[in-house]
């Protein structure tokens, strides 16, 4: 069974500072893991996903995520924060081929950035 | 190129009311998925179609919902005899061809509001 957790309901940094938005995950095997963001009324829109090969992944927006098997976590970072990035974020995970080809998701940590 | 599309974007509709809500999907994307989303809370997957595969129909709540879709394009959900719990964010999203590496590409969802 896969299953993945967002820790953080709400995540509060200002404008100009790094931000990091936190994403657990259990499979039974490898996975796949991605990240989307909801902007208010709006569908989710992909940033970027984690499939093989270098842990860190960068996106869309200037969104990277790393990916770390020891501690099972694929954390969504930002190294300075906009105030146009406050949205909710959902994080997926997807097990290896040979899993389910539905991807579970997160609750959504909804990310407030401050001017 | 065209994104997914839903409608209607809004519906309000009486308790005890059958609903219909389409999704059109992006051209040649095999794999179509449908989630309900409630006020604050994280994605709930309903339904899977892949190509001419029988559906994944593990996700949905009751017998009320149904799902169809023809062929690889258009794809409706039907929500019988509504009730106020029904009220939700319904989002369909595509891919490419339904693999674990896949991006999905989200619609902007259909907001069902049940008096």
């Known amino acids: 069974a896969q299953s993945v957790a967002q820790p953080e309901d709400q995540v509060n940094v200002a404008e100009g500072n790094p931000l990091t938005v936190k994403c657990t995950y259990s499979v039974s095997g490898n996975p796949y893991l991605f990240w989307y963001v909801q902007y208010p009324n709006r569908g989710l829109q992909f940033l970027l996903k984690y499939i093989t090969g270098d842990n860190l992944v960068k996106g869309s927006y200037g969104f990277e995520a790393e990916f770390n098997k020891s501690q099972t976590s694929f954390h969504l970072k930002k190294p300075s924060a906009l105030v146009s990035d406050s949205a909710l974020y959902f994080c997926?995970?997807?097990?290896?081929?040979?899993?389910?080809?539905?991807?579970?998701f997160g609750r959504g940590t909804s990310l407030i950035v401050h001017p | 190129g065209a994104g997914v599309s839903q409608s209607p974007s809004n519906k309000v509709t009486e308790k005890g009311k059958d609903v219909e809500l389409r999704c059109d999907p992006i051209?040649?994307?095999?794999?179509l998925y449908w989630y309900r989303q409630r006020l604050g809370q994280g994605l709930e997957f309903l339904i899977y179609f892949q190509g001419n595969s029988a559906p994944d129909k593990s996700g949905l709540p009751s017998d009320r919902f149904s799902a169809e879709r023809t062929g690889e394009s258009v794809s409706t959900l039907t929500i019988q005899r509504t009730q106020q719990e029904d009220s939700a964010v319904y989002l369909c999203?595509?891919?490419?061809?339904?693999?674990?590496?896949?991006?999905?590409?989200f619609g902007p969802g259909t907001r069902l509001t049940v008096l």
């Open positions: 997926a995970v997807r097990e290896k081929p040979g899993g389910s080809y539905i991807p579970t």
């Open positions: 051209s040649g994307h095999t794999a």
């Open positions: 999203a595509s891919s490419s061809d339904g693999q674990n590496t896949d991006t999905q590409y």
